[in-house]
């Protein structure tokens, strides 16, 4: 077999320094190029078409999915992501067995996952390999959209993303959504909304409030009592059966 052509594509100095060191012993490989942003990638695959793309999942202007998305599945080298902790990625590349390196990249690993690269090639699963991309698409658009929050105003439907929502408090019936300086109204539980939301970046405070931790700045006692202040100023009172979890999900933001 002729050497492996490969793409390293990270934001990271060190770690594409690092992807790089561990290829030097592999004399099979040979590097093609190194990328730092996702049009830069999108870019390089279509002019060099290697073989192999080791491709981190966060990145400038378009991320490692929106790579895939770019290009097409159907025109992506094989390919092994890197991520530090998308823990939904992680889980989408088990259930559909393509392979990607946590970092900090460990060398047994990552022998681990070019013997998969070499076994791939060999055996010219381009086509499963297509489809296996496919399938990581479209369950992340799922999960996308399983996040939207749709409201009914005036003038139609306003779709919100989970990232645009500071926090959530219960309104009698409804569910009072803050975002930025516009507050909206759901006709939808507190219980469900928070079924439905990232469990890693939205925090049930209190039984009428959910939180957007990475709006939290700070939490402070006053009176007795804990709360949560967010930006801008807000107060968020927490429950006491939540305080001690909560201050440890905290903890661990830091």
């Known amino acids: 077999m002729d050497r492996i052509r490969a793409i390293i594509a990270d934001d990271e100095p060190l770690a594409r320094r690092g992807i790089r060191q561990l290829l030097s012993p592999h004399k ?7 990328t730092r942003t996702g049009h830069d990638t999108v870019s390089a695959l279509r002019e060099l078409k290697p073989d192999l793309l080791f491709l981190d999942v966060q990145m400038p202007n378009l991320d490692g999915f929106d790579v895939v998305r770019e290009v097409g599945p159907a025109s992506m080298p094989v390919l092994v992501f890197i991520t530090a902790h998308d823990e939904f990625a992680i889980k989408a590349f088990e259930a559909h067995a393509l392979d990607y390196l946590l970092k900090p990249v460990e060398v ?5 996952a070019l013997e998969r690269v070499r076994e791939q090639l060999r055996s010219s ?3 499963l390999l297509s489809r296996k991309l496919a ?3 479209a369950a992340r658009e799922a999960k996308r959209v399983r996040e939207r929050i ?3 105003t005036l003038r139609g439907k306003l779709i919100l993303n989970a990232d645009e929502v500071d926090w959530i408090e219960a309104d009698d019936y409804y569910a009072a959504i803050h975002s930025g300086s516009a507050r909206h109204l759901v006709r939808e539980s507190l219980t469900s909304l928070e079924e439905r939301l990232n469990p890693k970046k939205f925090l049930r405070t209190h039984r009428s409030a959910i939180v957007n931790v990475d709006r939290v700045c700070e939490l402070r006692k006053e009176a007795g009592e804990i709360f949560l202040f967010l930006e801008g100023g ?4 927490i429950s006491r059966r939540r305080r001690a979890s909560i201050a440890r999900r905290l903890r661990r933001l830091k």
């Open 234 to 237: 807000i107060r968020i009172p």
């Open 125 to 127: 699963k381009a086509a």
């Open 108 to 112: 047994e690993r990552f022998s681990m």
């Open 135 to 137: 399938s990581i698409l």
């Open 150 to 152: 749709i409201v009914q």
């Open 28 to 34: 099979d490989i040979a590097i093609v190029a190194e």
